[in-house]
């Protein structure tokens, strides 16, 4: 082979070999988000329980602050991924107690009503498992205080009518840390699965060539933008 045929087949060789190169998403494999086991947007639902001021002012088993920015990110993460979200409050017109703060009212959309009780498990309410099952999911992430109280009994009884329960242990708090901690082992003993807000997010995105991990191929964002403002500041302080 002379010398000009010889650069001629190393160049098709180097153009065949980039050409078949893999890019990073070719062994991506996809899965069907309705019927997937693991969290998907399209098969959860998040169940905000009494975020009101009266109780928060009581939780001591985590920094406050750091409980509130917690339940922001998961309710921005839910409004992103276009995830349903019921809120549901105690003893608003019955009793005076003061509605949903405004830091997390406001992340709330519009659309989205308000559903007040009289019962400390919501579960025990009608509108709340009516929207639960017109909803459509399975998997429900369960926020709200105290943990021993309103979240536990409410897991315990959707775990019973067949609801796959995700305990976000961070966006919970109580008066105590055994309080918290002893709720939390109730609820996974009767099968509930215990998690995080960030674990959740993840999950449910899945992988960075969803759309909504981040704006214009840059690392801001989306639920990159979450995390950078909800997550990494938090690193290490609970």
């Known amino acids: 082979m002379n010398t000009s045929r010889l650069i001629i ?4 060789l180097f153009a065949s070999t980039l050409s078949s190169a893999q890019s990073p998403t070719a062994n991506y494999v996809s899965k069907d988000p309705v019927s997937d086991n693991l969290l998907t947007s399209e098969n959860t639902v998040l169940l905000l329980i009494d975020w009101q001021q009266d109780l928060i002012n009581v939780v001591q088993n985590i920094d406050q602050e750091i409980m509130m ?29 003061k509605p949903t703060v405004e830091s ?46 309103c979240p536990t009994y409410t897991a315990l009884d959707a775990l019973v009518d067949g609801y796959e329960v995700y305990i976000l242990t961070d966006v919970m ?29 993840a999950e449910i995105l899945r992988s960075y060539t969803n759309p909504k991990a981040m704006t214009g191929g840059e690392a801001n964002g989306g639920f990159v933008e979450i995390m950078k403002k909800h997550f990494y500041p938090l690193a290490g302080k609970y």
């Open 104 to 149: 997390v009212k406001s992340l709330v959309n519009e659309d989205v009503k308000n559903i007040d009780r009289v019962s400390l498990n919501a579960w025990q309410n009608k509108a709340v498992v009516e929207a639960v099952k017109e909803t459509g999911r399975e998997k429900i992430l369960i926020t709200g205080l105290w943990t021993s109280g």
């Open 173 to 201: 708090g109580d008066a105590t840390n055994v309080a918290h901690e002893m709720a939390i082992q109730r609820m996974v003993q009767a099968g509930a699965i215990p998690f995080t807000w960030e674990g959740a997010g």
């Open 69 to 97: 920015s917690n339940v922001q990110a998961i309710v921005k993460t839910a409004n992103l991924f276009e995830i349903p979200v019921i809120e549901t409050t105690i003893g608003v017109k019955m009793a005076g107690s």
């Open 9 to 12: 087949f190393l160049a098709f």
